[in-house]
């Protein structure tokens, strides 16, 4: 869920950051970049965006992990589909990191890249070491009314598939989380699109949590052609 920053595609650079690729996963060919070595770290971008997103922050991370970047089904360089849904999506990024044979990466997801972090981490347990999920919803009510109320006037114009799946999902249950059973980072801005208690909850319902909330910070400023989390990174992915 990213719509207060969809709106403005000017975000995404068109440069690419490491060696280009594409894999057949679940059915459609999705783009992914890699750079650097050592241990895995899966960035996954959010709604309306591409991997060129983390630019900064990947040429920061490339020095300590092999980063991999991946651009979502009906984002950037991967296919487009007729299906517009979070749990496909997640199902795409774990086929990749079987195909890639990622041995238990790290993750990092973004907005929609946090919603498909946690249906992986409820769906696959043990595919991953550790998680951070940045500015992220479990419901679409988790987001604060006012960008609701934006989405859906949008939607009636535009017809854009992606707002309507930010409109209608996710919908991962309290007890989904309960499922959760690697280690997660909640990350949000102090002034996120989503409420503070409902990243607060998401965090309660996850056994091996930890919440940071960015003093000053709103959706997108900490994350978008910005290293603001690389200090943040390199601790919690030790």
């Not at 899966?42 to 965006?49: A, D, M, R, S, T």
């Not at 949000?188 to 607060?200: F, Q, V």
């Not at 900490?222 to 390199?234: A, G, N, Q």
Request: net charge negative; aromatic share 10%.
């Amino acid at each position: 869920m990213a719509y207060a920053h969809w709106q403005t595609r000017s975000f995404l650079r068109t440069f690419s950051l490491g060696d280009k690729m594409k894999k057949i996963v679940n059915g459609v060919s999705i783009y992914y970049e890699v750079l650097g070595e050592g241990k895995p770290v899966v960035l996954c971008h959010g709604n309306g965006e591409d991997h060129s997103i983390f630019d900064v922050l990947a040429n920061r991370l490339k020095d300590y992990y092999q980063v991999i970047l991946v651009d979502s089904r009906n984002h950037g360089q991967s296919e487009r589909t007729y299906s517009y849904h979070y749990e496909v999506m997640a199902e795409d990024v774990k086929q990749l990191i079987d195909e890639l044979k990622l041995d238990k990466p790290y993750f990092l997801g973004f907005s929609d890249g946090g919603i498909i972090g946690l249906i992986i981490a409820v769906k696959y347990p043990e595919i991953c070491a550790k998680m951070m999920v940045l500015g992220a919803n479990v419901h679409p009510k988790g987001v604060k009314k006012i960008y609701q109320i934006e989405m859906e006037e949008a939607y009636k114009i535009s017809k854009d598939p992606l707002l309507k799946m930010m409109i209608e999902e996710p919908q991962i249950s309290w007890k989904q989380l309960h499922q959760i059973t690697i280690p997660v980072m909640v990350v949000a801005g102090e002034y996120d699109d989503m409420t503070y208690k409902h990243t607060k909850a998401i965090a309660h319902h996850i056994k091996q949590s930890e919440l940071v909330i960015l003093d000053k910070k709103n959706h997108y400023e900490y994350v978008i052609h910005s290293d603001d989390l690389y200090p943040l990174c390199v601790s919690y992915f030790k």
